[in-house]
């Protein structure tokens, strides 16, 4: 198995929400921000190649929206999803599927893109199923009025049409090497990767685990639905994970990219932080 660090471009956010209740005097130690509050954040994607398949997990914002919605998100840095693929030796057409964690534009927009004219849509992966979890699907159909904001059909619908949409609805192997397993804190159905390399265990950990000062099974972000569904299975999964020594992958952490566990008399705490490519 081969895992790629795709970088599709990092926007800003606000330290209140991605922290929410943990005061700024402690956040801002552990998370750097500007004047305004706000932090640079990755829109990470993986790339994995396991025997013939190429699988992208997320794909970041696209190009869709209007300026007014861009300019809000401060879209910035060098990396977009086609040139990371690209430098990595592949191309949109080698992509066989593209899993979402989930719908929120910042995770699935980049499967879109508009046609030459703009008069519609065209696939970026035209070859590639694309999976989402079954009970993300229907929480993105029928939406609760909080997080209605972050779906736009436009990214989604398309694949859709195309025929190429798939629903996951159990926990387990997706493929070989690579399975998942779902969480309902953040949004109904979020479906996390993870993967076997040899001995090793591979979590992408995307908005369940958003950086490395999220680890602390209170900092949690104001982004989740359900925080006290959060506490609990992040306190659960942290558990397994130092227990079994995964690693973590980073989707929005513009510092780190990965992280080792380790169990102390004050919870799980970060061990080591380092790049994907350094995992063997």
């Known amino acids: 198995m081969e895992l790629v660090n795709i970088e599709t471009g990092n926007f800003m956010c606000d330290g209140g929400a991605m922290f929410s209740v943990v005061p700024k005097v402690m956040w801002s130690r552990k998370y750097p921000c ?6 640079n954040c990755a829109m990470r994607s993986m790339l994995v190649v396991e025997g013939d398949r190429k699988i992208l997990i997320d794909n970041g914002t696209g190009d869709k929206q209007d300026e007014t ?3 809000h998100q401060q879209l910035n840095g060098d990396a977009s999803l086609v040139s990371s693929i690209e430098n990595a030796g592949f191309s949109t057409d080698d992509i066989t599927d593209v899993v979402f964690t989930h719908l929120h534009f910042d995770h699935c927009g980049g499967a879109v893109k508009w046609n030459n004219a703009k008069t519609g849509y ?5 070859n590639a ?6 009970r993300h699907w229907e929480n993105y159909k029928n939406p609760n009025i909080r997080e209605s904001d972050a779906f736009f059909d436009e990214n989604i619908m398309p694949i859709q049409e195309a025929g190429r949409l798939r629903f996951v609805e159990k926990e387990g192997a997706l493929f070989p090497n690579f399975e998942v397993r779902f969480f309902d804190g953040h949004t109904p159905g979020l479906m996390i990767p993870i993967l076997k390399k040899g001995n090793q265990t591979i979590v992408f950990a995307g908005d369940f685990i958003p950086t490395v000062a999220n680890i602390p099974v209170k900092w949690l972000a104001s982004y989740d ?5 959060s506490l609990s299975e992040k306190e659960s999964f ?3 994970a130092v227990k079994n020594q995964y690693f973590l992958f980073f989707q929005h952490d513009i510092q780190y990219e990965c992280c080792s566990l380790i169990q102390t008399d004050k919870g799980v705490k970060v061990d080591e932080c380092f790049p994907l490519s350094s995992i063997k």
């Open 34 to 39: 500007d004047e305004n509050n706000y932090c």
């Open 69 to 71: 919605f861009f300019a």
């Open 122 to 126: 065209e696939l970026v992966f035209p």
């Open 129 to 134: 199923t694309h999976w989402v979890s079954k």
């Open 225 to 229: 639905l359900n925080p006290t569904a």
């Open 238 to 240: 942290l558990q397994e």
